[in-house]
């Protein structure tokens, strides 16, 4: 899960609903995005472009799970 770093309204809401898709599976990770709101792949884009570079690498088995 990519997350935006920082805060807007309802965070605590939001904050819960980000813990609810790390339970959609047993090998999950939260990575944050901490200069972004909620378009992340707009303002930080390479905090999605690293995201998705991680999980292709543990995908493949190149990196430690």
């Known amino acids: ?9 309802n965070e605590e809401r939001w904050q819960g ?6 339970r959609l ?9 901490d200069q972004s ?7 930080q884009p390479q905090a999605a472009v690293g995201a998705i570079v991680q999980m292709v690498e543990r995908v493949r088995g190149h990196a430690p799970r």
């Open 1 to 9: 899960v990519l997350s935006r770093g920082l805060p807007e309204d």
């Open 17 to 22: 609903q980000q813990t609810e898709l790390l």
């Open 25 to 33: 599976s047993s090998d999950s990770r939260q990575l944050f995005a």
């Open 37 to 43: 709101h909620h378009n992340i792949h707009f303002e």
